[in-house]
């Protein structure tokens, strides 16, 4: 077994060890994940998350055991890096792994909780929470900031990103890191960055406006991309889901 503790939880070892050792019936599951499992565990005064990321493919298993790194511990180094940047996300407490001299097994990533009074989801289903427009466009600035601060957030989709009333406005915080790249990003790549987070033309439309606002660029010409790269994705998005409905119905035929 691999660990990695943050050390400000040094002091908090044995505990974050059982928490692992002792996953399948200790802690409160939380969330819907189809994919891995999270759950919730109390550690001193705080709520800590712990997420579990199933056994990868065999070819993966290789792959995350002597050439990449797993996605716990992309994870845990992506949120230390984003608070570098003051940018929102859950304070990152720890990742363990779990390997064979070969293979690459499960590993869990550790972050601090945070009760959110939104997700980005919530505002491509309901139209009418306070203050709609200030979220949103609350929203597209910090997404801004994240440009300008090289931050490609590869999974900015709908349910990544809290979001939190504050006395001063909004704070936003990022979650499911492991998928990120830190660079300069071009216009083209900033543009596109938004077309997974929704289906509707207005929400568009009023990102793109604040977009502009933030950069100088041309409102027509953002909105333009935007559309077009959301379109784009959702086209992709429900091919593959075609397809896999498909093979799902030639494998059971």
């Not at 939104?118 to 801004?144: G, H, K, S």
Request: proline fraction near 2%; include cysteine.
């Amino acid at each position: 077994m691999k660990k990695v503790i943050h050390k400000a939880y040094k002091s908090f070892e044995s505990e974050l060890d059982n928490f692992i050792e002792n996953f399948d019936v200790l802690g409160e599951d939380f969330g819907n994940q189809e994919r891995n499992s999270l759950k919730l565990f109390q550690l001193g005064d705080e709520t800590i998350n712990v997420k579990s990321f199933k056994v990868p493919n065999l070819i993966n298993q290789i792959a995350y055991r002597f050439f990449r790194k797993s996605k716990a511990q992309r994870s845990f180094e992506y949120a230390n890096k984003l608070k570098d940047l003051n940018i929102g996300t859950p304070h990152p407490v720890a990742y363990y792994e779990f390997k064979t001299p070969f293979l690459f097994k499960k590993s869990y990533y550790i972050s601090e909780q945070i009760d959110c009074d939104y997700t980005y989801r919530e505002l491509t289903t309901d139209f009418n929470i306070p203050n709609y427009d200030a979220i949103l466009r609350a929203f597209t600035r910090f997404t801004f900031d994240l440009h300008e601060k090289g931050v490609h957030f590869l999974d900015h989709s709908p349910g990544n990103t809290l979001i939190k009333k504050t006395e001063k406005g909004y704070d936003f915080y990022l979650v499911d890191l492991n998928r990120m790249e830190f660079k300069d990003l071009d216009f083209e790549t900033r543009i596109k960055n938004f077309s997974k987070l929704t289906i509707h033309k207005s929400m568009v439309e009023v990102m793109s406006d604040e977009y502009a606002k933030c950069s100088g660029e041309n409102y027509e010409t953002i909105f333009n991309l935007m559309w077009y790269e959301t379109e784009a994705f959702q086209e992709k998005y429900h091919r593959k889901r075609r397809l896999k409905k498909k093979f799902k119905f030639w494998k059971t035929y």
